[in-house]
């Protein structure tokens, strides 16, 4: 048993720690979790004035009831709920590691507080944090002996999060090998207790947690697929690689205490197994399966912070396992102030970023300010985006003012009042929201009023290039949406033009062009283009420097040309370079296919590229733009652009 000081110590320091994440909470911003994290908040924060809320399935019964009173000091308050939660699942992995008599127990908070994906997720209002406290909380019941009070708990787990069914068949083994067939009811009992609750009060239909649910997967729905070992690769991101290291030396050792016991099922070891690493394992395989098969599942990473508190004992058992085999005392003190450093520091600054201000809430919040500005804000606002409504400040439920969605995609205009405000953005309003940025610009009831978009431009769900296009709701257009946003973009970017740099070849530029090279042809739009191909293996440069610009990371740089391919192309033959060099050595370099834009073989096509500076970025950096041909096959070259814009776009 641990001596009570150090118990104290332990419930002290974690104290501490709360004290100072509420500090650090209250002075950052956090993006962990995008705009799920104000969707959450939305449902939470509202509950009580809207009482179906309590039973909204996609913000999870469990989750949203308990949340519900912290956020009513506003978003601060549900970073203060999972601040908690974290630092209670710490305390619960100590208590965990004291009853198994493992030296040093006092280091298990470090690994789980700090492996990096639950680290900033404690700064979120997502949901990780609760559904780990409740999974820790029931397996430390379980070894406690106390089986229908761990039934019972694990049993709400998939009101926090859906994937918390992966858990039940886990405890059912556990409580039919140990015989508590007592317990095993008790598993279905959070299921039934919502379902009553939902039946009586909202649904009318007792199976309302089947048949509501709202994850839509395969052909109809927006997520993705890929490899079967993504969560496995991805570990470093969640667990960082020291705990990773002796996550998997725990389990080693676990499989070896199990072995010395002539693997007895009766054993500690073996339950230790079966409950810690079975649930962990179990989640997993799950998210990599329904990953590889493209049913519901991002691939985000971010989920498996709901068991990484496993991994954390599991790390600590490694860990005692190494330490016991060094035996010099001073390389034991070394050792454990080098892991403690290896496993605070990557976990602090591995997710840093998330910290500071999404660059789509900064975009989110200028469109705010635009309706207040030009008093479109008194409209009726329709919207995809949960992240609108925390940003504006208004009841997300009153839909009276705002409005999620349409009833009908395909008629998006019918029954809205004229006048109304449509904030459809890249992301929600193309995905889930289902409405293509083409198919509302096509729509003669809604006319295109404002155009944003990032500083940098950000890639979104499915590839998308993220903006928010504003409509108003009118009878007929004055004029064709496509030609407004055109002009809405053309304004933009001359209010923003940094630098040009333009090549049409008509002319001699000894300094940038070799003659040599230079060719007549009429079957150019402008007569002369370049010849690339034979003894030329590289296009005229633009090489960007201080003289031209303030070379920084705000910079976006768009190059365009036409081109001709005389001869057979393979992929990845023909690129256009984006090189960020210090020195003359390229420290950030992109090489983007050019065949990607040959629409008509034998015949002039238009390239359109745009590349965005590297976050960092280091002093007297030069940028140098070229195509490069590496075959050295036929190929014509004209109309050769260069544009940079700063990302500071106005309004």
């Known amino acids: 048993m641990a001596k009570l000081n150090e118990k104290k110590i332990v419930a002290g320091s974690l104290i501490t720690l ?39 399935h996609w913000g999870k019964p469990l989750f949203t009831t308990l949340v519900s009173p912290f956020t009513q000091i506003g978003f601060y308050g549900a970073r203060i709920f999972n601040i908690l939660g974290g630092l209670l699942t710490a305390w619960i992995c100590y208590l965990l590691a004291v009853k198994w008599k493992y030296q040093k127990a006092w280091l298990v908070p470090a690994f789980v507080i700090f492996a990096p994906m639950y680290f900033v997720l404690m700064f979120s209002g997502m949901t990780e944090i609760l559904f780990s406290l409740v999974l820790m909380l029931a397996i430390l019941l379980f070894f406690y002996d106390r089986f229908i009070l761990s039934a019972v708990v694990i049993s709400f787990i998939i009101l926090v999060r859906s994937e918390g069914f992966i858990f039940l068949p886990v405890f059912f083994a556990a409580f039919a090998l140990k015989r508590k067939f007592f317990a ?5 009992f959070g299921f039934v207790f919502f379902s009553l609750i939902g039946w009586l009060y909202y649904y009318h239909d007792f199976w309302w947690l089947i048949d509501k649910l709202p994850y839509v997967g395969g052909q109809g729905g927006i997520y ?29 050792y676990w499989l070896k205490q199990w072995y010395t016991s002539s693997l007895n099922i009766n054993s500690v070891a073996f339950y230790r197994l079966l409950v810690l ?11 990599s399966y329904v990953w590889w098969r493209g049913e519901m599942s991002l691939g985000l990473v971010r989920v498996m912070a709901g068991v990484t508190p496993i991994a954390g004992l599991l790390a600590l058992a490694g860990w005692n396992w190494f330490e016991r085999l060094i035996g010099n005392k001073v390389f034991k003190i070394f050792f454990l102030v080098a ?7 990557p976990g602090v600054l591995r997710y840093k970023s998330a910290f500071q201000s999404d660059p789509i809430a900064v975009v989110v ?3 705010i300010d635009w309706l207040h500005e030009t008093d479109n804000f008194r409209h009726h606002l329709i919207v995809h985006d949960p992240y609108i409504a925390f940003a504006a400040k208004v009841d997300a439920w009153d839909q009276q003012k705002l409005q999620y969605g349409f ?8 029954g809205m009042p004229d006048s109304s405000v449509f904030i459809w953005d890249a992301h929600f309003s193309q995905n889930e929201g289902r409405i293509a940025e083409s198919k509302i610009l096509e729509n003669p009831g809604y006319e295109l009023l404002a155009y944003f978009e990032p500083e940098i431009p950000i890639k979104v769900l499915n590839g998308y290039d993220y903006c928010i296009l504003v409509f108003r709701k009118v009878q007929a257009k004055s004029k064709d949406n496509f030609q407004i946003l055109e002009e809405l973009k053309s304004k933009m970017k001359s209010a923003n033009l940094k630098y040009a740099e333009y090549f049409d070849f008509e002319t001699s530029m000894p300094e940038k062009v070799n003659d040599t090279f230079r060719k007549f042809s009429t079957d150019s739009a402008t007569n002369h283009y370049y010849q690339l191909g034979g003894d030329c293996e590289f296009s005229p440069s633009v090489l960007l420097t201080g003289q031209h610009l303030k070379i920084s990371n705000q910079l976006v740089v768009n190059v365009s040309f036409d081109f001709r391919m005389e001869e057979t192309f393979a992929k990845s033959e023909a690129l256009m370079v984006f090189s960020v060099e ?21 015949h002039w096509n238009r390239a359109d590229f745009s590349f965005t500076m590297p976050t960092q970025v280091e002093p007297d950096t030069k940028v140098k733009l070229y195509i490069w041909d590496i075959p050295k096959k036929k190929f014509k070259v004209d109309n050769f652009r260069v544009t940079v814009y700063c990302g500071e776009s106005s309004k």
């Open 365 to 367: 919040n200028r469109v």
């Open 18 to 56: 709360g004290i100072l994440f509420s500090i650090i909470a209250a002075i950052t911003d956090c993006s962990a979790g995008g705009a799920d994290n104000y969707a959450h908040f939305n449902i939470a924060r509202w509950a009580f004035r809207y009482p179906h809320l309590f039973l909204d």
């Open 277 to 287: 690493a079975g649930c962990f394992w179990g989640y997993l395989l799950a998210h």
């Open 184 to 188: 095993i009811p008790f598993l279905f």
């Open 407 to 414: 009833s009908d995609v395909n008629q998006p205009e019918l």
């Open 224 to 252: 993705g697929s890929g490899t079967w070992y993504h969560f496995l690769v991805k570990m470093p991101e969640y667990l960082d690689f020291f705990i990773l290291v002796f996550f998997l030396v725990g389990i080693f």
């Open 339 to 345: 892991s403690l450093l290896l496993v605070v520091i």
């Open 582 to 602: 210090k020195d003359d050595k390229s420290y950030y370099y992109l090489g983007e296919d050019i065949l990607q834009f040959q629409k008509i073989t034998d």
